[in-house]
């Protein structure tokens, strides 16, 4: 009896590579067709064992404009930046100028250390790992009134100093690694120590460490703090509607300094995934282990190191951005989804319903295979 696959209620014979390319754009065109508001979507499927690197994107670029969307352009990904920050200082722990379970009193620059320690901080109690994993019971600088002020004010430039002072300010130590508490500040200060272990900028630093050049990512860069790609798209419009926002028309400092920051391509998001999994960005296979490993008991947190570890029925290894993006491997396909919705308010639609339905079709492809 031959095989099927399934998708939905719908039963196909197994296919090839090409024909299932072909289900991928009519599943994406059916969303979209539902989720008109949503704006537009890119989506990447980076599948090499499958002999599949497929880009597609539907929709508009701009709402002003109604100019067509195009699976090029690259958009700021927002707090996936986090799993960047996350390797390059695995990369500083595989080099030996880390380690993992270090405090980070000595790390910091002595001003930061000095505000910490005057608000009641001790530092030599929180360590790397604490920082990764979100459970450093530092008082996050993102809130309501946050949001509020960047509401009110757009085009204000934040310092990474006036992000620091603003978590001091608002909120008291909380007990360390008790619990998971997602916070932009626990990766800013990540960044702060790449600086002071690197002696480089941390962008720089990140660059180098996670090989960019070696990989040819020429299309993943810390918007603002590197100059733009050569031959490069422009940036596509990301909407957040409860706001009435357009990214265009905010200054992107407010979520830039390693909670945030990198602008990609949905092609680049995924090579990162699919390259840091195959072992070519950390090398050493107990590091990358402990980065999809749990900290605290997974009833606790779904949170290891700088990425969400989930059982979607498959391992999931998933991280996702504030403006509508998801990036989801899975080691059993071996391969990666990138979904970026433009509207995000869409995109816990349209994000999970791709990302979980291809990487099914790819992992029971790779079964029957």
């Known amino acids: 009896m031959r095989k099927v696959l399934l998708l939905n209620t719908l039963w196909i014979p197994l296919i090839g590579s090409a024909q299932l390319q072909v289900v991928f754009k009519n599943k994406v065109d059916s969303i979209y067709e539902r989720n008109k508001d949503a704006i537009g979507i890119i989506v990447h499927v980076e599948a090499p064992k499958q002999n599949i690197s497929w880009s597609y994107a539907t929709g508009i670029a701009d709402s002003k404009?109604?100019?067509?969307?195009?699976?090029?352009?690259?958009?700021?990904?927002?707090?996936?930046?986090?799993?960047?920050?996350?390797?390059?200082?695995?990369?500083?722990?595989?080099?030996?100028?880390?380690?993992?379970?270090?405090?980070?009193?000595?790390?910091?620059?002595?001003?930061?250390?000095?505000?910490?320690?005057?608000?009641?901080?001790?530092?030599?109690?929180?360590?790397?790992?604490?920082l990764l994993s979100h459970t450093s019971g530092i008082q996050d600088y993102v809130d309501e009134d946050y949001f509020e002020f960047v509401n009110q004010h757009p085009t204000y430039k934040w310092k990474k100093e006036e992000q620091i002072e603003r978590s001091i300010e608002i909120g008291d130590p909380e007990p360390v690694g008790e619990k998971f508490s997602y916070g932009d500040i626990n990766y800013l200060l990540l960044t702060e120590i790449i600086e002071q272990k690197t002696h480089q900028p941390f962008y720089a630093a990140i660059r180098d460490l996670l090989k960019y050049k070696e990989l040819n990512l020429t299309k993943t860069w810390f918007i603002d703090l590197e100059n733009y790609p050569a031959n490069t798209l422009a940036l596509a419009h990301q909407y957040a509607s409860e706001y009435k926002w357009d990214s265009y028309a905010i200054n992107p400092s407010w979520d830039l300094y390693g909670g945030g920051g990198i602008a990609a391509t949905a092609k680049e998001s995924a090579l990162f995934f699919q390259y840091l999994f195959d072992g070519k960005i950390i090398q050493d296979k107990q590091i990358l282990e402990a980065m999809h490993t749990y900290v605290l008991p997974s009833d606790q947190s779904k949170y290891c190191l700088g990425l969400y570890h989930f059982d979607m029925g498959f391992n999931a290894y998933y991280h996702g951005g504030w403006w509508g993006t998801d990036v989801i491997y899975s080691p059993e396909s071996d391969a990666t989804i990138t979904v970026f919705t433009l509207q995000k308010n869409f995109q816990h639609i349209i994000n999970p319903v791709i990302g979980k339905e291809f990487q099914k079709l790819l992992i029971n492809k790779a079964e029957t295979e």
């Open 65 to 130: 404009t109604n100019k067509p969307l195009n699976n090029q352009q690259p958009v700021l990904i927002a707090s996936n930046t986090k799993p960047y920050v996350a390797a390059a200082i695995l990369r500083l722990v595989e080099k030996g100028s880390l380690s993992i379970d270090q405090p980070i009193k000595n790390l910091l620059s002595e001003r930061t250390r000095q505000l910490f320690e005057k608000d009641g901080y001790h530092l030599d109690a929180i360590t790397i790992k604490h």
